[in-house]
């Protein structure tokens, strides 16, 4: 089976109307991971024939793209992965009104698709780590979170990624104005691991389990963050339109096959 992947940026503008009903213009781009193209080769399984619609957080692109080859290659079903920021899938839902499954940045990012009645359900699936990351040999020779106070220091865009949102607090926490001549923001986790490979950055706040796999960063495991860990939710979409791949695809996530991909991807799970 062939998977074809590409990653699109989609800025997604919301008109609402005097009567209060809405719709999108979306622009940009955006990214699925398609595995039932025209001419691949036909699985067989126990769901043969049935196809999923998933949307995902983009940071967790690597360890979702594994899982769901996996879970096709066990059941014959096959599955459209979509992966974008909280707000690029958000408004995605809401537009399309269709999908089976939210893999979602953090439990706490989907109250307002929880009130609206998009969520059926929600499982713990796995924790996320913040951590103090460093260009690789530390030559910044920062050695714990005081230390940011003088160092040029990366955060995500807090409006489009969680761990921006972290990172502030984090900095508050310690006693460091987020707002210091010091301190920068820029769009995306995959940029702010590219600011510590340049050297661009001294330090960043960034999520430990892609940057564990990162090369040219380290991570400086004497700052321990734990206290601000996020649990990673799957989430079923009250428009799903195949409960039964649904309830599979839920039961392989935290499956003992799922979980080695889980731990390969330095993730863990949740209780």
């Known amino acids: 089976m062939k998977r074809r992947i590409f990653m699109l ?3 997604a503008v919301l008109l609402i109307s005097a009567s209060g009903c809405g719709s999108e213009n979306n622009t940009g781009k955006t990214g699925a991971v398609n595995s039932s193209e025209a001419g691949t080769e036909t699985r067989t399984g126990p769901l043969s024939g049935h ?3 998933i949307f995902c957080d983009v940071d967790m692109q690597a360890p979702l793209a594994d899982i769901t080859t996996a879970f096709e290659q066990q059941t014959g079903a096959t599955a459209e992965i979509i992966f974008g920021t909280e707000e690029q899938l958000t408004n995605q839902i809401r537009s399309r009104y269709t999908g089976d499954i939210f893999i979602a940045s953090a439990k ?3 109250g307002t698709l929880k009130s609206e009645g998009y969520i059926a359900d929600s499982l713990p699936l796995v924790e996320r780590l913040p951590v103090l990351a460093v260009p690789a040999g530390n030559p910044g020779r920062i050695t714990n979170l005081k230390a940011l106070s003088r160092k040029k220091v990366y955060l995500a865009d807090t409006k489009s990624d969680l761990i921006g ?8 926490d310690n006693d460091i104005d987020p707002s210091g001549e010091n301190i920068s923001f820029i769009e995306g986790h995959e940029a702010l691991l590219e600011a510590l490979q ?4 001294d330090a960043a706040i960034v999520w430990n389990e892609p940057a564990s796999e990162a090369e040219g960063v380290q991570i400086l495991h004497s700052a321990d963050l734990s206290g601000y860990s996020r649990t990673v939710p799957a989430l079923s979409l009250s428009t799903c339109s195949d409960k039964e791949a649904q309830a599979a695809f839920l039961d392989f996530l935290k499956s003992g096959d ?3 991909i889980w731990k390969k991807h330095n993730y863990i799970m949740a209780s």
Do not use: M, P, V
Request: proline content about 0%.
């Open 165 to 172: 949102k972290i990172g502030i607090q984090i900095l508050s």
């Open 9 to 11: 940026l989609l800025c």
């Open 108 to 110: 706490s990012e989907t």
């Open 198 to 201: 340049s050297g661009e950055a």
């Open 258 to 260: 799922a979980n080695k």
């Open 51 to 53: 196809h999923l619609q």
